[in-house]
């Protein structure tokens, strides 16, 4: 099993342009999630998604778009970076876990790290 | 104020020291309550996991949560450079009420040998 495996690892933008993390699991999860990582703010949700063709908002969704046409993929996109977009972003998916008594437990990919020049 | 609040440390021990590492929060409504490690450079992996009150071991690692005070921790006996990592809590409410996670902030821990 591949887990989450998240697209490109590194990648380094001018301010104005445009790309799009890509996220894929394969383990029929059907919660996925987007969060970034910067220093002394911990974990924050950009955006999540309980099933195909629903998504929702998180704590800092401005500057970012996503999608979910199917249940594996959970692309997102940057419209138009600018450097406070740089950071580490990570993917997640999760299902209940009947052996832990019903709770969501998040699995994260590896990362990509995002530049913004 | 945030939901979940750690000390960020860093924390530097000496090899076989046991570590305590803490968590508090102030939603009333979590249940389950997470410790995730994570690697320089890596993704954070599920190193814990405990539902509502109580305690869990799990090999040196044992799991605390406190639901009247509102605090949680987890404690690594026999520590091991192999734990260097950065901790992080987390902590969701009910699937059937939300879907959503907090984090701590982490808390970083070198284990010198």
């Known amino acids: 099993n591949a887990g989450v495996t998240q697209t490109p690892k590194f990648q380094v933008l001018k301010t104005g342009q445009s790309m799009t993390l890509q996220c894929a699991q394969d383990?029929?999860?059907?919660?996925m999630s987007w969060y970034r990582q910067d220093p002394g703010m911990g974990l924050r949700l950009i955006h999540y998604?309980?099933?195909?063709?629903?998504?929702d908002q998180g704590e800092v969704p401005n500057g970012y778009n996503v999608s979910r046409s199917t249940t594996e993929d959970f692309p997102l996109r940057l419209l138009s970076a600018a450097p406070s977009q740089t950071s580490v972003y990570f993917c997640?998916?999760?299902?209940?876990?009947?052996?832990?008594?019903?709770?969501?437990?998040?699995?994260f990919g590896a990362g990509s790290r995002l530049t913004v020049l | 104020q945030k939901e979940v609040e750690q000390d960020p440390g860093p924390l530097s021990v000496p090899e076989g020291a046991i570590v305590s590492l803490n968590c508090t929060y102030s939603?009333?409504?979590?249940?389950?309550f997470m410790w995730y490690r994570q690697y320089s450079r890596k993704g954070p992996e599920l190193l814990m996991y405990?539902?509502?009150?109580g305690n869990k071991e799990d090999g040196r690692f044992t799991a605390q949560v406190d639901k009247s005070s509102k605090y949680i921790s987890l404690f690594i006996r026999d520590s091991q450079p192999s734990d260097s990592a950065t901790y992080l809590c987390?902590?969701?409410?009910?699937?059937?009420?939300?879907?959503?996670?907090?984090f701590g902030t982490g808390t970083s821990l070198t284990v010198i040998p």
């Open positions: 997640a998916s999760s299902s209940e876990r009947a052996e832990l008594r019903g709770a969501n437990v998040l699995t």
């Open positions: 383990m029929n999860h059907e919660y």
């Open positions: 998604s309980v099933g195909a063709g629903i998504t």
């Open positions: 939603n009333s409504a979590f249940q389950y």
């Open positions: 405990t539902y509502s009150s």
């Open positions: 987390a902590m969701s409410v009910p699937p059937d009420t939300g879907n959503q996670f907090y």
